[in-house]
């Protein structure tokens, strides 16, 4: 889908919430909140974005990023984007699964074999289909879709086959889809916020975590958990939103520019992933101590493929439908 096709889904969206639309244009200088610390792509890319908003508006629009959960955690975040307390905000595509089932199917495990695909179906039009429901069930607008690359596994101990992590505590991103991937193999899932992932490792309190290059390179997790494993075994997409009560108040204009500006931020952020993943896993290797599994193919995890479509393609028909696009790259 193009832009064009991308903004009438937008508008159509916004309308099914009965708000009116097209507002007058005035100056405003918007709120955007996001979980990932200040030097993080993600932020960054939010800033980037708003010195280009306003620069498209001669200074007639700003925006005040708040890094590192400022505003609360992704789901206080997601309430206030539905009252219009906050104006945007870029949150995990786990964080949606709770009010958007249909998003789960981002998170299938070995959906795709690798970042490039990754790339493919966050740029769809079946997953932009998936943000045409967000209006309804959250009250944003979905724009476009980034993401932090494919998920790995950051072990303390080595595991010989996933029948190994049973009973272990591994720190997962709150989500029951990737929850129950978890669960499947008799392991202990821990949800818990980014921040205190590291201090968890450190003190004990979990085996392991499911995590993403950047993340292990930023955090430095191998130092209590040196095992990685290179598992791939799901993608860790991003949602850019902006509420729907202030986007209902915008001018065609400025939605215009706005998600003008907010895709092409998108879509950078999504191109460096993909272009610097290769790099990431390279540069781990060189990390102290940190033992790598390359390549552990989804033979490693048995029949979780079959297991979690079983129980989430009740869920959701677009499990299935990913599934079918993926096979059709
Ligand atoms: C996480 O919860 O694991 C996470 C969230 C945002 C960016 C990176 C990781």
């Known amino acids: 889908m193009g832009i064009l096709g991308t903004m009438k889904t937008l508008a159509a969206g916004a309308a099914a919430l009965a708000v009116l639309g097209g507002g007058a244009a005035s100056a405003k200088e918007f709120r955007l909140g996001l979980i990932t610390p200040p030097p993080h792509i993600w932020t960054k890319a939010a800033e980037a974005f708003g010195a280009d908003l306003e620069e498209a508006t001669g200074g007639a629009h700003s925006l005040q990023v708040f890094p590192a959960q400022q505003l609360g ?8 984007l539905q009252t219009g307390a906050l104006d945007m905000a870029w949150l995990t595509t786990a964080e949606i699964t709770f009010r958007v089932p249909d998003m789960a199917a981002l998170h ?14 966050l740029r769809s039009d079946l997953a932009r289909e998936i943000l045409g ?25 080595q595991i010989d086959s996933a029948a190994d992590l049973s009973g272990q505590r591994i720190r997962i991103t709150p989500a029951p889809a990737i929850s129950d991937f978890f669960e499947m193999f008799g392991a202990a899932p821990a949800p818990m916020p980014l921040p205190a992932i590291y ?15 950047e993340s292990i390179i930023n955090f430095r997790y191998y130092e209590h958990a040196p095992h990685l494993l290179e598992t791939n075994h799901h993608m860790f997409g991003m949602v850019a939103l902006i509420s729907a009560p202030v986007w209902a108040q915008l001018s065609e204009e400025d939605r215009a520019l706005i998600t003008d500006a907010t895709q092409m931020h998108c879509d950078r952020t999504i191109d460096r992933f993909v272009e610097e993943e290769e790099d990431k896993l390279a540069r781990l ?20 493929v079959e297991c979690w479509d079983a129980e989430w393609g009740e869920q959701t028909p677009y499990v299935a439908r990913m599934r079918e696009l993926v096979a059709s790259f």
């Open 108 to 121: 299938a495990p070995f959906l795709v074999d690798n970042i490039e695909d990754a790339a493919k179906v």
């Open 133 to 157: 429901t967000l209006p309804r069930a959250t009250g944003t607008v979905g724009v476009c879709y980034a993401m932090i690359g494919m998920r790995q596994l950051v072990l303390r101990e």
């Open 73 to 80: 955690n992704e789901a206080q975040m997601l309430q206030q």
């Open 199 to 213: 201090d968890a490792l450190a003190n004990g309190q979990i085996d392991g975590l499911d995590m993403d290059y």
């Open 285 to 304: 290797r060189e990390a102290p101590g940190i033992q790598i599994t390359e390549d552990v193919g989804r033979e490693f995890f048995g029949d979780i």
